[in-house]
């Protein structure tokens, strides 16, 4: 899995570089604004809960699929890469749900 993240997150901070939006999804949607591309990771949250409850295996693979690629497309904007995603799980990890969700400021 990491390797299939890290060659998305790699052409994803190439098409934002090149900011090409004829010619690239990644560049046409960062151009409409990191707005638009969070309503986008939304919307593809809402279709993954929908195929979990509805469809089958293959529709909710599908979906997933797409809400990383926007996860993807909306960190880089932030200029957050996967590896920082990586060393946060890294840090909760041996810690339990209950005890971590508590212990971030209100």
Known sequence: MGGALARLEAVVKDRLAANDAGA???????????GKIAQKLG??????IIAALTEDDAALTGEAADLIFHLTVLLADRGIAWGDVAAELGRRHGTSGHAEKASRPQ
């Open 24 to 34: 690239s999804y990644v560049a046409s949607l960062a151009a409409k604004g990191r």
């Open 43 to 48: 919307e593809e949250a809402t279709e993954t």
